[in-house]
């Protein structure tokens, strides 16, 4: 087992920045793949990044490369997204997730999942 636990959400005016983290305790965290997903209301949840088990390989979603960055420190079990130049559409819960498998865009490709923490992009 593997949890996750999410922080650094917030409300920002758009333009502004936040940093998400997500620190996983459990099973060794370096094994694992990890992804940001997010999902606002009334909309299935979202693929937005992701980075490999060591750090060197990142997917991005269309939408927010070039604004978000996903990077990690498995030395403190912990997974960041960065997130730039935000707009009123990132307003969203996001949610970290754990990959065991090929480095997944898809939720049904997570075997783990935290909370998540919300954001919140004024206009």
């Known amino acids: 087992q593997v949890q996750l636990v999410e922080s650094g959400g917030g409300l920002v005016q758009a333009g502004g920045s936040l940093r998400l983290s997500c620190v996983a305790s459990g099973r060794t965290f370096s094994r694992y793949h990890m992804g940001w997903f997010r999902q606002a209301p009334g909309k299935e949840r979202e693929f937005e990044a992701a980075v490999t088990w060591s750090g060197d390989g990142t997917r991005y979603a269309d939408s927010v490369k070039g604004r978000f960055t996903i990077s990690r420190d498995n030395a403190k079990n912990t997974v960041y997204l960065q997130m730039s130049s935000l707009k009123p559409e990132d307003t969203a819960v996001y949610y970290c997730?754990?990959?065991?498998?090929?480095?997944?865009?898809?939720?049904?490709?997570?075997?783990?999942w935290g909370q998540g923490t919300q954001v919140t992009v004024s206009s």
């Open positions: 997730a754990a990959d065991l498998g090929l480095l997944s865009t898809r939720v049904a490709g997570y075997d783990y």
